[in-house]
C-alpha cells in the first residue's frame, strides 16, 4: 500500500509547491519538480536520479505508478486537489516526480566526439526559447548547449515544459560569457556568432571543424564579447519586410547548415 497524501496544506506538499515557483529553493535543494509520462522516462534515459513520484490515480493507474518501483523511487498517491496545487500544465497525464539536479558547470560537460558542434545561446529572455533551443539542438543531435549570461535556471518549469524533456537528453553547461568563450578558445572552437555587422552568410562559412554557433537575444542580440571573440560574424539573408527571427528558428537554420556540411553525422 503506498502513502497517500490528500490535503494541500501537507508541509511536503509545500515544500514541492515552493520548488515549483522558486529557483532559488530548487538550487538551495538542488531538486527539482517534472511532469508528464514522456518526460519522466527522458529523465530516467538522462541518468537523473528520481527520488519520488506523486499520482493522480484518475489519470494515472496503481498498476502504473508500481511498475515505477523497479526504479526504487518512493511513490505516493495523492488527491485531485494536492494534484492540480502541483501541476504545472492542465493536460499532464497525472503524475509528478522529483528530481535531482544536475551540475551545469564548464568541467562538467562531456563533449565526446573529435569534432564538436555546440549551441551557445547568450542570455535568451524567455524559458520558452531556452526550450525551443533545446528541442531544436536535440533535433540536430550537436554535441552540448550552453547558455551563456543566463536568465532563469534551466529547471524552471517552462523550460522542461517547452523542451518536452529534451533537457534531461541534452549536455548542457551554464556559465559566464566571458567563462565560455575562454572555455572555447582554449579547445580551439571556431566561435561563429549570428550578429548582423561586419558578417557573412551563413552559408559561406566552414563548419567542419569543432565550431560553437552562438545566438543572442532578439530585443538587442550579441554583446560585444562575443562579437571581439567570433572567428567570423554570420547572418542569414532576411527577405522579408523585418529583419529579425524567433531564436530557436534562426538557431536552426545555422546548426543545419554545420549538419548539412558534415553530410548530417
Not at 70 to 88: C, N, W
Not at 223 to 236: C, F, G, L, Y
Request: proline residues 4%; aromatic residues 8%; hydrophobic residues 40%.
Amino acid at each position: 500500500m503506498h502513502k497517500s497524501i490528500t490535503s494541500p496544506q501537507n508541509p511536503f506538499i509545500k515544500q514541492l509547491i515552493q520548488l515549483k515557483d522558486k529557483s532559488r529553493e530548487r538550487k538551495k535543494t538542488n531538486r527539482f519538480l517534472l511532469e508528464g509520462k514522456r518526460e519522466l522516462s527522458l529523465a530516467i534515459k538522462g541518468g537523473y536520479d528520481i527520488e519520488t513520484l506523486l499520482y493522480f490515480p484518475d489519470l494515472f493507474s496503481e498498476s502504473e505508478a508500481e511498475a515505477m518501483e523497479r526504479y526504487t523511487i518512493e511513490i505516493i498517491e495523492i488527491s485531485k486537489d494536492v494534484f492540480q496545487k502541483l501541476a504545472h500544465r492542465g493536460t499532464t497525464e497525472g503524475i509528478i516526480a522529483v528530481g535531482k539536479t544536475k551540475s551545469h558547470t564548464l568541467e562538467a560537460l562531456k563533449l565526446t566526439s573529435k569534432n564538436p558542434l555546440i549551441l551557445v545561446a547568450e542570455a535568451p529572455e524567455k524559458p520558452g526559447n531556452v526550450g525551443a533551443l533545446l528541442r531544436t539542438a536535440d533535433a540536430a543531435n550537436v554535441d552540448a548547449v550552453i547558455i551563456a549570461n543566463p536568465k532563469s535556471d534551466i529547471y524552471n518549469p517552462n523550460i522542461i515544459r517547452s523542451s518536452v524533456g529534451c533537457v534531461f537528453t541534452t549536455e548542457i553547461a551554464v556559465a559566464s560569457s566571458e567563462d565560455v568563450i575562454n572555455y572555447l578558445q582554449k579547445y580551439n572552437f571556431n566561435i561563429f556568432s549570428a550578429i548582423l555587422q561586419e558578417s557573412k552568410p551563413y552559408h559561406t562559412q566552414d563548419y567542419t571543424f569543432p565550431t560553437a554557433i552562438v545566438v543572442g537575444t532578439e530585443a538587442t542580440g550579441l554583446t560585444q564579447e562575443w562579437r571581439d571573440a567570433a572567428t567570423q560574424n554570420i547572418s542569414i539573408p532576411m527577405q522579408g519586410v523585418i529583419d529579425s527571427m524567433n531564436v530557436s528558428v534562426a538557431a536552426g537554420i545555422l546548426i543545419f547548415e554545420a549538419k548539412r556540411q558534415r553530410d548530417f553525422k
